[in-house]
C-alpha cells in the first residue's frame, strides 16, 4: 500500500528545556502542533506506489514536499545541511534538496518555523472582543473568548488562541504566536516570539526573538535582551558546547512553569528550565538547570 509512514520522535537534546515536557512534534508552531504543519504540507502530495518515511522533527514545506514527490528517483529530500527530511524507501536514486524544509536541530529554529508558518498561514479571522482602538498594520488571528483591551498596537502577523486578555497599552510585532490562556498585560512588547498556553506576560516587560513554555509567569518589569553590543551573531550552550544560532537578534528559551521575580533581567541566548524561578532583580546570566 502507498503511505506516507511517520518516524517515532526521538530525544532532541538541542531543543531543550522545551523537549524536557514534550516531544519535538507536539511542540505547536503558529499555535499548530508540529505534527499537523507536516500532515498539511503532505497534502495532496500521494504516493504513487511507495512507502514515504517522514522525519518527525522536519519542517516541511509544500512546495519542496512536491519537488520531492514529482522527482520519483530521489531517494531523499535533504535540507541545506544534508539532513535528511522525508526518505523513499527502497530507492537509491540522487538526492533532492530542499529550498526551504529543514530539520529542527536547536529551541531557536522553531523561531524560523513560527515565521514560515505564520507566512504560509491562509486562515486570518478575528473571533475575540477587541477594542476600538485597537491597532493593526498587518495580518492577525484571534481566538473566541479572548479580549483586546483600549491602546493595543499590532505590527506584522500574529496570532493569538482563545481565552486570552491583552492589553492595555501593549505592543505586539510579528512573527509572534500567543497561546490560549495568555495574559499579555500592561506596558508589554512581544517581538518575534512564541507564548504557549497559559503563560503570563503581566506588567512593563519586553520578549523578543524568545520561545516561552507552558504557565509561565515573568514578573513585572521582566526583560529580556536580544541584541549583542557588537552585532555579532548569539551564541547558545547545548550540551556543554557553546553553539553560533546564527542570529544577530535571540532572546531566551524558557521551559513550562518558569516564574521570574520583579524586575529580572535574563541575557541573550540563556535558556531556564521547567520549574525554576528568580528572585527579584535577578541577572540570568547562565542558563539556569
Not at 498539511?40 to 504513487?48: M, S
Request: contains cysteine.
Amino acid at each position: 500500500m502507498p503511505a506516507f509512514r511517520f518516524l517515532p520522535s526521538t530525544p532532541t537534546p538541542g531543543c531543550l528545556p522545551l523537549t524536557a515536557t514534550r516531544a519535538l512534534d507536539a511542540f505547536p508552531i503558529g499555535n499548530v502542533p508540529l505534527s499537523e504543519h507536516q500532515r498539511c504540507a503532505l497534502a495532496g502530495a500521494w504516493p504513487k506506489g511507495e512507502i514515504i518515511e517522514v522525519y518527525p522533527h522536519a519542517w516541511l514545506e509544500p512546495a519542496d514536499v512536491a519537488a520531492f514527490m514529482a522527482e520519483s528517483t530521489a531517494s531523499a529530500l535533504v535540507d541545506a545541511q544534508g539532513a535528511e527530511l522525508m526518505l523513499r524507501s527502497g530507492a537509491t536514486g540522487p538526492v533532492c534538496r530542499a529550498q526551504g524544509s529543514f530539520l529542527l536541530r536547536f529551541a531557536w529554529d522553531l523561531l524560523v518555523a513560527n515565521e514560515r508558518a505564520l507566512k504560509l498561514r491562509t486562515d486570518w479571522q478575528n473571533l475575540g472582543d477587541c477594542h476600538a482602538s485597537l491597532y493593526v498594520d498587518g495580518r492577525l488571528s484571534v481566538g473566541p473568548g479572548t479580549r483586546i483591551l483600549p491602546g493595543v498596537v499590532i505590527e506584522g502577523d500574529v496570532v493569538i488562541g482563545a481565552g486570552c486578555k491583552v492589553g492595555p497599552n501593549c505592543y505586539i510585532r510579528g512573527s509572534t504566536s500567543v497561546g490560549n490562556g495568555c495574559h499579555v498585560g500592561q506596558a508589554v512588547e512581544l517581538k518575534n516570539s512564541v507564548l504557549l498556553d497559559k503563560t503570563n506576560v503581566g506588567h512593563l516587560s519586553y520578549v523578543g526573538d524568545s520561545v516561552l513554555g507552558e504557565k509561565v509567569n515573568f514578573g513585572a518589569g521582566t526583560m529580556i535582551s536580544n541584541l549583542r553590543h557588537d552585532g555579532r551573531p548569539h551564541r547558545s550552550m547545548v550540551a556543554g558546547e557553546l553553539i553560533d544560532t546564527g542570529r544577530r537578534k535571540f532572546g531566551a528559551i524558557i521551559g513550562d512553569g518558569v516564574h521570574t521575580g520583579i524586575h529580572t533581567s535574563i541575557y541573550p541566548g540563556r535558556k531556564i528550565w521547567p520549574g525554576l524561578t528568580t528572585r527579584p532583580a535577578d541577572i540570568v546570566d547562565r542558563d539556569l538547570v
